[in-house]
């Protein structure tokens, strides 16, 4: 069994971040990623409130960069999906077929993307329906597609398409947006962007490809069907806290409650990022966060 001071569990922003001081600070670190390092974050065509990059950056280049700086001072990554947390005197992660174990332990396995949970969302998830506007959006060229939110990430899914559709619709179960102000207003000046207030989806239809849903308005509950090709899901996220649900206390939404120090309630595990309750969700809060945590990581292993 490998044994380190401290293992994080997810490869987001705020994981990289732990891991550049958790190394930094001479921990022997391991990072923990099941599958792309950089998180939600690499979906990003282009990240504009990041400091120190006045012009913007993609968030694969932003994630990029970040693995090669904590890399660069010794930590280590490895592929797998944590499944379970043993405590005894360290704590053991089982992960696949292998069990690491540490002293310290920091929670950053962040999100995965709501679903709609409507009828025929799963059969069509790749034939029609997307997560991922900046992934797929080009597959939609001069076609008429919907964005479903109201929040930052659909109206900024929604720009995003209407470089390459046709028409975008987006649906949204209350009367107004929930995204910034600079968001909303190049979303209304857009000609291409339509909205459909107050209206949510209930079933999504089409054999073998995606061709139309079923909408209902919330306020009189009229129904409607909108044909067209591309559904893509903005309606928030879920946090990725089932494997931690017996070591640590969770909100009644499943994210991880900790203090100002980004502790626990469970002693040597700290929670970092976008499955931290009362996180901002931003990039930039995650590294602040990775940096809190990493830093009372060392605190505590010295303190111990």
């Given at each position: 069994m490998d044994k380190y001071d401290v293992i994080i569990v997810g490869g987001g922003p705020a994981g990289l971040t732990a891991g550049l001081y958790a190394s930094r600070a001479g921990l022997k670190t391991l990072l923990l990623e099941r599958a792309l390092l950089g998180g939600q974050i690499v979906n990003a065509q282009h990240v504009e409130n990041y400091p120190g990059f006045p012009d913007g950056i993609s968030g694969f280049e932003l994630a990029s960069l970040m693995q090669q700086q904590a890399t660069k001072y010794g930590l280590e990554i490895t592929t797998a999906d944590v499944a379970k947390v043993v405590t005894d005197k360290n704590y053991c992660i089982l992960a696949n077929d292998s069990t690491f174990e540490a002293a310290a332990l920091i929670i950053a396995a962040g999100s995965e993307h709501r679903k709609l949970a409507v009828p025929g969302e799963d059969k069509l998830v790749g034939r029609g329906i997307s997560y991922c506007a900046t992934c797929d959006g080009f597959l939609f060229r001069e076609q008429d597609v919907v964005v479903v939110g109201g929040g930052d990430t659909a109206i900024t899914d929604a720009l995003e398409l209407s470089q390459h559709a046709r028409t975008v619709h987006v649906v949204h179960r209350r009367d107004q947006l929930r995204a910034g102000q600079v968001l909303q207003q190049r979303a209304f000046s857009d000609p291409k962007i339509k909205f459909i207030w107050d209206t949510?989806?209930?079933?999504?239809?089409?054999?073998?490809?995606?061709?139309?849903?079923r909408l209902r308005n919330v306020k009189t509950g009229k129904t409607s069907v909108l044909q067209l090709a591309g559904v893509f899901v903005a309606i928030g996220l879920v946090p990725n806290s089932q494997a931690f649900s017996e070591l640590v206390k969770l909100d009644e939404t499943g994210h991880v409650i900790t203090d100002e120090l980004?502790?626990?309630?469970?002693?040597?595990?700290?929670?970092?990022?976008?499955?931290?309750?009362?996180?901002?969700?931003?990039?930039?809060s995650a590294v602040g966060d990775g940096a809190t945590a990493a830093i009372s990581v060392f605190r505590y292993l010295k303190e111990r």
């Open positions: 949510v989806v209930e079933d999504v239809t089409g054999e073998p490809m995606v061709n139309a849903i980004m502790a626990t309630s469970a002693p040597g595990v700290f929670a970092a990022g976008d499955i931290r309750k009362n996180s901002a969700r931003q990039v930039s």
